[in-house]
Nanobody
């Protein structure tokens, strides 16, 4: 079991950037996969990006080329750098560890 706390969400204009952080309650070094997911109102939760213990990354089609996932094992932290944000990126963003542990989410709103 691992507790996850997200931060960094907020409101931004289209074309802007945000960086989300997810701090884990214990070492993430051995966690096979960590990731970010999002859920917009009235929609199902969807994959944003994942990163394996070895550093291999995977992205949802809608964010490829705009978002970057990374991690700092020494800080027990996973990041999501979001650039060129669009209104359709508006959602609650959730951190996930090992597919079974979820954070409480952080709201991202992209609007002019």
């Amino acid at each position: 079991q691992v507790q996850l706390v997200e931060s960094g969400g907020g409101s931004v204009q289209p074309g802007g950037s945000l960086r989300l952080s997810c701090v884990a309650s214990r070492s993430i070094f051995s966690i096979n996969v960590m990731g970010w997911y999002r859920q917009a109102p009235g929609k199902e939760r969807e994959l944003v990006a994942t990163i394996t213990s070895g550093g291999r990354t995977n992205y949802g089609d809608s964010v490829k080329g705009r978002f970057t996932i990374s991690k700092a094992n020494a800080r027990n932290t996973v990041y999501l750098q979001m650039n060129s944000l669009k209104p359709e990126d508006t959602a609650v963003y959730y951190c996930n560890a090992g597919y079974s542990n979820w954070g409480q989410g952080t709201q991202v709103t992209v609007s002019s």
